[in-house]
């Protein structure tokens, strides 16, 4: 009896072994992370402050493969000149001396980027080479004052900025800036290139949603020189330091 009790017995405990063991590594099985979706396009806005100004921009593209992403762009920047003299005030209407335009620009390009490394799947930073040249449009607002022109105050006049002009160089003459939509009307176009390079460090927290921090240097050429400062050497460039903010989404999922 006690053969057959065992001949019966071990198998069970045996074959229920097996079934508690499968069982522990359906269980663990269940846990295993979901695979990582994969996406082939990007849009994002981006806004940004440099050495002398700010800029808004937005930019498009696809990954061509899984680390190397190409697309086109276009923002608007405003540029100051890095040696203006500085603000004058009177009564609250602020006006720059010796400054004869005011200036931006419009650029439209193309750019792509490449990964360093990519950010697991429970999160992370993505580092990120990005880098990007095109068509710099600068456009240049001439700054219009109310100048006195005789000592008793009933002869004022509204003038464009003019440096041969020696009135509008002489502080105790100027009364305050002109309006802004004074100078639109008269704008002056300024064709060039740009180029642009930078560190990304996208932290999104999801691959749908993208959130990026951008640090690098931009330059931008033109074919003649722009005059912003009275005082000082027409610039044919600039060159700017940045840090931007980029949020957006990818889709088209593969």
């Not at 846990?31 to 498009?60: C, D, H, M, N």
């Not at 602020?94 to 490394?117: A, D, H, P």
């Not at 502080?171 to 560190?199: C, F, S, T």
């Amino acid at each position: 009896m006690r053969i057959l009790y065992s001949l019966l017995i071990y198998p069970i405990i045996f074959f229920a072994s097996l079934a508690n063991l499968r069982a522990q590594v359906i269980v663990y099985e269940d846990f295993v992370p979901e695979k990582q979706k994969i996406y082939s396009k990007e849009r994002f806005f981006y806004g940004y402050i440099q050495t002398a100004g700010f800029g808004l921009g937005y930019e498009q593209g696809h990954y061509n493969k899984k680390f190397v992403y190409s697309g086109w762009n276009i923002e608007f920047a405003t540029q100051l000149d890095p040696k203006r003299f500085g603000n004058n005030w009177y009564r609250g209407r602020k006006y720059v001396y010796g400054q004869i335009n005011s200036f931006c620009m419009l650029r439209v390009g193309y750019g792509s980027s490449y990964v360093f490394n990519d950010k697991p799947f429970w999160g992370g930073v993505t580092i990120a080479l990005r880098y990007s040249g095109g068509l710099s449009l600068g456009l240049a607002f001439p700054q219009y004052l109310y100048i006195l022109y005789d000592s008793t105050g009933n002869d004022i006049r509204l003038e464009k900025m003019n440096p041969n002009n020696p009135k509008h160089l002489q502080i105790e003459n100027i009364l305050r800036r002109g309006p802004y939509m004074k100078g639109v009307w008269h704008l002056r176009p300024y064709p060039g290139i740009y180029a642009k390079i930078g560190l990304n460090f996208e932290f999104g927290k999801t691959q749908e949603r993208s959130h990026a921090i951008e640090a690098g240097l931009m330059y931008d050429f033109y074919f003649t020189r722009i005059p912003i400062m009275a005082k000082n050497k027409y610039p044919m460039g600039f060159l700017n330091f940045y840090i931007a903010y980029r949020f957006g989404k990818r889709y088209g999922q593969l």
